[in-house]
T-cell receptor, first 114, second 114 residues
Framework: KAGVTQTPRYLIKTRGQQVTLSCSPI?????VSWYQQTPGQGLQFLFE???????NKGNFPGRFSGRQFSNSRSEMNVSTLELGDSALYLC?????????????FGEGSRLTVL | QKEVEQDPGPLSVPEGAIVSLNCTYS??????FMWYRQYSRKGPELLMY????GNKEDGRFTAQVDKSSKYISLFIRDSQPSDSATYLC??????????????FGSGTQLTVLP
């Protein structure tokens, strides 16, 4: 069974640009969450989608947005990039009906903002 | 103050040592407790999961939860160089809406020296 797939794995952008990251969850998983990981703040929750609807949102500015498609694939977008947005962006999927929070993570998209 | 506190380390031990990793938390609503392991340039992977106070053992790994003290631990016996990774504690509650959101510790970087 294929795991969570994230693309691109690495990217470099400059301040003011925007970026779109893609995530394909494990087959059959309908919930997709996004996390930002930085050395200073650790893993921070961005948002979660289920059946194309955003169910939860973390404490991030409106420049961070996401969406989910009917095939459960998800994208997140960051507009007007800032230096502080440099981070590893992790996508995770969850089994249907799971209440515990067990997540299956992808390998992440490492974003560098210059 | 963060909801989950974890000593960031780094922690360096000789091969064969017993390793103790710890997290404290402040939110008494947390019911599910997890330990994730993250190798360099990879996404986190679930290592252990518990939902009650007490110990849970899996091979060389033991997860311990003390809800009265709001303290969780992960013990690694007979540590191996392959255990070198960052260990993240994570927690979630069963409250509606937040059950799907994990709160992570900042991670402890462990190096096991051969």
């Amino acid at each position: 069974k294929a795991g969570v797939t994230q693309t691109p794995r690495y990217l470099i952008k400059t301040r003011g640009q925007q970026v779109t990251l893609s995530c394909s969850p494990i087959s059959g998983h309908r919930s997709v969450s996004w996390y930002q990981q930085t050395p200073g703040q650790g893993l921070q929750f961005l948002f979660e989608y289920f059946s194309e609807t955003q169910r939860n949102k973390g404490n991030f500015p409106g420049r961070f947005s996401g969406r989910q498609f009917s095939n459960s694939r998800s994208e997140m977008n960051v507009s007007t990039l800032e230096l502080g947005d440099s981070a590893l962006y992790l996508c995770a999927s969850r089994r249907a009906g799971d209440l515990t929070g067990e997540l299956f993570f992808g390998e992440g998209s490492r974003l560098t903002v210059l | 103050q963060k909801e989950v506190e974890q000593d960031p380390g780094p922690l360096s031990v000789p091969e064969g040592a017993i390793v103790s990793l710890n997290c404290t938390y402040s939110n008494s609503a947390f019911q599910y407790f997890m330990w994730y392991r993250q190798y360099s340039r990879k996404g986190p992977e679930l290592l252990m999961y518990t939902y009650s106070s007490g110990n849970k053992e899996d091979g060389r790994f033991t997860a311990q939860v003390d809800k009265s003290s709001k303290y969780i631990s992960l013990f690694i016996r007979d540590s191996q160089p392959s255990d070198s990774a960052t260990y993240l504690c994570a927690m979630s509650s069963i409250s509606s809406g937040s059950a799907r959101q994990l709160t992570f510790g900042s991670g402890t970087q462990l190096t096991v020296l051969p």
